[in-house]
C-alpha cells in the first residue's frame, strides 16, 4: 500500500510565512511509502516543519505521541480547532426519497453543512438564515497566496518513478504518479515529442512539448493504475507477486489476526491502538480482503475485517467513523486506501487565465519573468496553468490585480467546460460565489450576452462582485436569491449551472474539518437540499432555446447522495430532461448501480473525478438538455414534486422568460440610480390597473 512518493506540489496553505523551502522540500522520499512511514498528520506535520525548516522524526505516530488521529480530534473537539457535528441517527433518505415542498429548516442545520468547491474561497459555514448576518471577514475567497510556493525536482522524480514502476509493479499507485494533472490516454496518444528535453526550468519554447511528455507519462501510469486495480480485483492469487505480502512477512506479520472484542475492549481502555499496530492491521486487511478464501483466519466474516479496516482507516486518517465507511464503500479496497491518501496530499497549484484580459502565452511569460515556475495543466484546458513555483505572491502579482487570471482549482474548470456557453446567450449562475465558475463563463461569452450571477449568501456576493469586476467582465448581473425562488424570479435562460452547495468531500486535501464535522444528517439535508435546487435550475431552463437549452449540474462531492442520486431524481422528476454527454475528454462514469440502488442508465454520461486519479479535487459533473414539456410528460407527480409547486400551479406550462415582467424592476433601478446621482426621477408612470 503506497504512501505517496511525489508530494512536489506546495500546499496552499503554509506559504504564509517561513523562509524559502529547499528544493525537494515538496518530494517525498520513496522509503517513506508504506504504513510503515509516518502516519498523514505526521505527513501534513512534515510539510510545516520543513517549511519552517525544522527536522521531523520518521517513525513517529501521526499525532506525534504514539496515537492515532482519532484520539486527537476528540482533543482537537474540545480545543474548538475542529468543528465537530452532533450526530444525529437520521433514517438514510438519501436516493430514492421525494423532496418535500417546502422548504427545509437549514436553520437547525449544524455549522459548515456546504462546502464550496472554488478554492479560492473556504466553506460556507453558517445556515441560509444568517446570510445577512454574516461575517464581513468572510470575504477571503481570493486570498492571495502569500510567499513562495515550494520548489520541487521534476526531473529527478520522474527517474525516480521510471524506477518504482519497474521493480514495485504491484506497489503503490499514487506512489509513482506525477503531480501533473491527469488527462486521458487519448489526450497524450497523438503526442510525437516524447523526446523533448525536460530538463531545466520550463521556458515558453519547451513549456507546450513538457506538458505534452507529462501527459503522456501520466497518462501510461493511470493504464498501469487501471491494470492493477483490475489485477486487485481479480484477487491476485500469486502471493510472489504481491510486494505487500512480502514486505509484512519480514514484519512478522503472518502472525497478524485480527483483534477479539475483549482485545478491542482493552485497546479502548488503554486509548485506542498505537499507531504501529493501526498500521499493520490496516494491511493486513487489505491483503485478506485481496484474497478472502486463502488468507482469511477461519471462523472470522470478511463484514469483521471491513469493520476492522474502517474503524482503522478513521483513526488513522482522523476521520469520523461514518465518514470513513461512506467513502470506503465508494471504491474496491484498495483504491479506498489511495483516495484517503490522496487526500492527505495538497493538490496543484493552478490559474485561469482571464482571456477578457490577456492570452495564456503572454500571462504566462509575464509570469515566467516574475520567477514564476509553470506550465500548461493539459490539453483538456487552453486558459489553465499549472503553478510548481514561485518567487512572488502568485495571489498578489500586478497580472493579478489587473486580472489577468484567477487562482482557480484544476476542477473547477470542467463544469463550466461542460456548460460550453455560446456568445450572446442568457446563462445564470445559481450559485455563483465566489465567482470563479461565473467569470470563466463572461469570458467563454466574449463579454457578450450576459450571465446572471447569483447566490444565496449575501456576503459572499461582495466577494463574488469584486472578482467581477477585476476580471473585467462586463456581462454579469450580480444577484442574491435562495436558488429556490428560481425560477419565480425570472427564467428563460440559455444555459443554467447549478454548482451546488455540497459536503466538499472532495476537497478533504483542502479542508480537513471535513474529515470529522460531516455527520448522517448533514448528507440527508444536503441530498434534499440539492434536489429541490435542480429542479429549479431545470425550470429555469428555456426549452426553446436556439443556441442551449443546457443545465449543468455539478459538486466538489464525491458521495452517491449528492450526485447520481439527485440527478436520477430529477431524470425521474421532469421526464422532459436526459442527460447528455458532458464533452469532458477524461473522468470516471457516474454509477449506474450503487448499494441496492438502480439509476438510469444514462447516468453513465455524468462523470466523477478523484484525487487518486486525477490528480485534482475530487468533483462531479453531470449535463442535462431540458427539452419542451409535452402535456403527457407532466403528470400530476410532478406537480406536486416540485419546489416551484405553486408557480407551476398559477402557470405550469408557461416559464419561459417574459421581459416585460421585468420592466417594473428596470424603471425602480433607474429611479434609484438618478437619485444616487442626485437628480430628480420623473414622476410614476400610473398603470391603467392602479
Ligand atoms: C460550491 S459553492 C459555489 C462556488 C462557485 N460556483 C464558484 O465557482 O466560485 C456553493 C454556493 O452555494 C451557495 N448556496 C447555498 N445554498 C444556496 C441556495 N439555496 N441558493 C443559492 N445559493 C446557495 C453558497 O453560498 C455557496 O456560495
Not at 187 to 210: F, H, I, L, Q
Not at 355 to 363: H, I, S
Not at 518 to 528: G, N
Not at 548 to 576: F, H, I, M, Q, W
Request: include cysteine; hydrophobic fraction near 30%.
Amino acid at each position: 500500500m503506497g504512501r505517496r512518493a511525489k508530494n512536489k506540489q506546495a500546499a496552499p496553505q503554509p506559504l504564509d510565512s517561513g523562509p524559502t523551502p529547499t528544493s525537494k522540500s515538496g518530494k517525498r522520499k520513496a522509503d517513506d511509502e508504506d504504513f510503515g512511514a509516518p502516519g498523514p498528520s505526521k505527513k501534513l506535520k512534515d510539510v510545516s516543519n520543513k517549511v519552517k525548516g525544522q527536522s521531523t522524526s520518521k517513525t513517529g505516530a501521526p499525532n506525534g505521541k504514539g496515537q492515532p488521529q482519532k484520539a486527537q480530534n476528540e482533543k482537537k473537539g474540545k480545543n474548538k480547532e475542529v468543528q465537530s457535528e452532533d450526530e444525529e441517527d437520521v433514517e438514510d433518505g438519501s436516493g430514492w426519497e421525494d423532496v418535500d415542498e417546502e422548504e427545509i429548516d437549514l436553520k437547525a442545520q449544524a455549522k459548515s453543512l456546504f462546502h464550496d468547491s472554488d478554492d479560492e474561497f473556504p466553506a460556507f459555514q453558517g445556515d441560509l438564515e444568517e446570510f445577512e448576518g454574516e461575517d464581513e471577514n468572510d470575504e477571503d475567497d481570493d486570498e492571495p497566496l502569500r510567499g513562495p510556493v515550494q520548489e520541487f525536482d521534476f526531473d529527478s522524480d520522474e527517474e525516480e518513478d521510471i524506477q518504482l514502476i519497474s521493480s514495485k509493479a504491484k506497489k503503490s499507485k499514487q506512489l509513482e504518479r506525477p503531480a501533473k494533472i491527469i488527462p486521458t490516454t487519448s489526450d497524450a496518444s497523438d503526442s510525437d515529442d516524447s523526446d523533448e528535453d525536460e530538463g531545466g526550468k520550463v521556458t515558453m519554447s519547451n513549456m507546450e512539448a513538457r506538458s505534452r511528455a507529462l501527459d503522456e507519462a501520466a497518462a501510461a501510469e493511470a493504464e498501469l493504475d487501471a491494470e492493477e486495480l483490475r489485477q486487485a480485483a481479480l484477487e491476485a492469487d500469486d502471493d510472489d507477486d504481491d510486494v505487500d505480502m512480502d514486505d509484512d512477512e519480514e514484519e512478522g506479520e503472518g502472525e497478524f489476526r485480527l483483534p477479539t472484542a475483549s482485545e478491542k475492549e482493552e485497546e479502548k481502555a488503554q486509548g485506542g491502538p498505537d499507531v504501529q499496530t493501526v498500521q499493520h492491521r490496516m494491511r493486513y486487511c487489505v491483503r485478506v480482503l485481496g484474497n478472502f478464501k486463502k488468507r482469511a483466519e477461519k471462523g472470522r466474516s470478511r463484514a469483521e475485517y471491513i469493520e476492522q479496516l474502517i474503524s482503522d482507516i478513521a483513526s488513522y486518517y482522523g476521520y469520523n467513523e461514518f465518514l470513513a465507511e461512506k467513502l470506503f464503500q465508494l471504491f474496491p479496497v484498495a483504491e479506498a486506501i489511495e483516495f484517503f491518501e490522496a487526500n492527505e496530499v495538497p493538490r496543484p497549484v493552478t490559474i485561469r487565465t482571464n482571456t477578457l484580459r490577456t492570452r495564456r502565452r503572454d500571462l504566462a511569460q509575464a509570469l515566467i519573468n516574475r520567477g514564476v515556475n509553470l506550465e500548461p495543466i493539459g490539453k483538456w484546458t487552453n486558459v489553465g496553468l499549472q503553478v510548481f513555483e514561485s518567487s512572488v505572491p502568485i495571489g498578489a502579482t500586478p497580472e493579478y490585480l489587473a486580472g489577468h487570471y484567477m487562482l482557480q482549482a484544476a476542477s473547477s474548470f470542467l463544469p463550466v467546460i461542460a456548460l460550453s456557453p455560446q456568445p450572446n446567450e442568457r446563462v445564470l449562475d445559481m450559485a455563483s460565489a465566489p465567482g470563479g465558475k461565473t467569470t470563466h463563463i463572461a469570458a467563454l461569452l466574449q463579454n457578450t450576452g450576459v450571465v446572471f450571477a447569483n447566490d444565496a449568501n449575501k456576503a459572499r456576493t461582495k466577494s463574488l462582485t469584486a472578482n467581477v469586476h477585476r476580471l473585467g467582465c462586463k456581462n454579469v448581473v450580480v444577484c442574491s436569491y435562495d436558488g429556490r425562488e428560481f425560477p419565480k424570479v425570472m427564467g428563460g435562460f440559455d444555459r443554467v449551472l447549478l454548482d451546488a452547495p455540497c459536503s466538499g468531500t472532495g476537497v478533504i486535501s483542502k479542508d480537513s474539518s471535513v474529515k470529522v464535522n460531516k455527520s448522517e444528517r448533514d448528507f440527508t439535508l444536503l441530498s434534499h437540499l440539492q434536489k429541490q435546487l435542480i429542479l429549479c435550475a431545470i425550470d429555469s431552463v428555456s426549452p426553446e432555446s436556439k443556441t442551449g437549452g443546457y443545465l449543468v449540474y455539478s459538486t466538489c462531492s464525491v458521495t452517491v447522495d449528492e450526485n447520481e442520486a439527485v440527478v436520477d431524481y430529477a431524470l425521474r422528476k421532469r421526464p422532459n430532461v436526459k442527460l447528455v454527454d458532458t464533452g469532458l475528454s477524461f473522468g470516471r462514469e457516474g454509477f449506474t448501480r450503487y448499494r441496492g440502488k438502480v439509476f438510469s442508465p444514462s447516468v453513465s454520461l455524468t462523470r466523477r473525478f478523484y484525487p487518486h486519479v486525477h490528480n485534482m479535487d475530487g468533483f462531479f459533473v453531470a449535463k442535462l438538455k431540458v427539452e419542451r414539456r409535452s402535456k403527457s410528460s407532466s403528470t400530476a407527480e410532478d406537480v406536486k414534486d416540485t419546489p416551484m409547486a405553486g408557480i407551476e400551479n398559477e402557470s405550469k406550462e408557461d416559464l419561459t422568460f417574459d421581459p416585460d415582467e421585468d420592466r417594473a424592476y428596470i424603471e425602480k433601478a433607474k429611479r434609484r440610480q438618478m437619485k444616487a446621482k442626485g437628480l430628480r426621477p420623473p414622476p410614476r408612470e400610473v398603470s391603467p390597473e392602479s
